[in-house]
């Protein structure tokens, strides 16, 4: 059973467009955070919801928007793609906030999308 | 401006040797300090820690948190090729998150 899903794992595209990548949790928990991580490995904190409620929005483009129809889910929709959109995108969930109650954050295999 | 800095920014070693990644960080609000395991996909979790001087061990990897000096560093003893991973360093102060720039570490046979 695979406990935090991503779809798709690819994602080619060209500029300009819309697109949206789904995250599933299986694992129970209240949290949900989406992450970048660009050609360098260099992991970034986008979002978090705990309970639905966006509690972490750090500074993206407001062409990029979280949407958490309930707690299993976050989903992350993108608009007017840029080359610079073009990374590897993780899902991740965890009870509880991660850095607080010391519960492992668990992730999805992530979404490499490429902008053309 | 919050910030975290590891190294090095990466190790070749040979199978057998101990090594010792280093994470410090300046934030404000500090609440833990956590290490990931990253290999060809998603980072896996090592390690959260809290307090200053307490020693959290797993099997042949061991970190340390020194709250005052403001760095945490990973022990990996009798490395094995199956180590070879980038290592995430995370710091986590009230409702935030930051990751440092990892630590490639390749162990050769």
């Known amino acids: 059973d695979t406990a935090v899903s991503q779809t798709p794992k690819y994602l080619v595209t060209q500029m300009g467009n819309d697109k949206s990548i789904k995250c599933e949790q299986n694992?129970?928990?209240?949290?949900m955070y989406w992450y970048k991580q660009d050609s360098k490995k260099f992991l970034k904190i986008m979002f978090s919801?705990?309970?639905?409620?966006?509690?972490i929005n750090e500074t993206v483009p407001n062409r990029f928007s979280p949407k958490s129809p309930d707690k299993a889910h976050l989903n992350l929709h993108i608009n007017s793609l840029e080359l610079g959109d073009s990374a590897v995108y993780f899902c991740a969930s965890s009870q509880g906030w991660v850095g607080g109650s010391n519960q492992p954050q668990h992730f999805g295999d992530g979404t490499r999308l490429s902008i053309l | 401006e919050d910030k975290v800095v590891q190294s090095p920014l990466s190790l070749v070693v040979h199978e057998g040797d101990t090594v010792t990644l280093n994470c410090s960080y300046e934030v404000t609000n500090f609440r833990s300090l956590l290490w990931y395991k990253q290999e060809k996909k998603a980072p896996t979790f090592l390690f959260m820690l809290?307090?200053?001087?307490i020693e959290k061990k797993s099997g042949r990897l061991s970190s340390i948190l020194d709250k005052k000096e403001l760095f945490s560093i990973l022990n990996i003893t009798a490395t094995q090729t199956g180590d070879s991973a980038i290592y995430l360093c995370?710091?986590?102060?009230?409702?935030?998150?930051?990751f440092g720039t990892g630590t490639s570490l390749t162990v050769i046979p």
């Open positions: 694992l129970g928990h209240d949290t």
């Open positions: 919801y705990n309970n639905k409620e966006l509690i």
């Open positions: 995370a710091v986590a102060p009230r409702n935030q998150f930051y």
């Open positions: 809290t307090s200053s001087g």
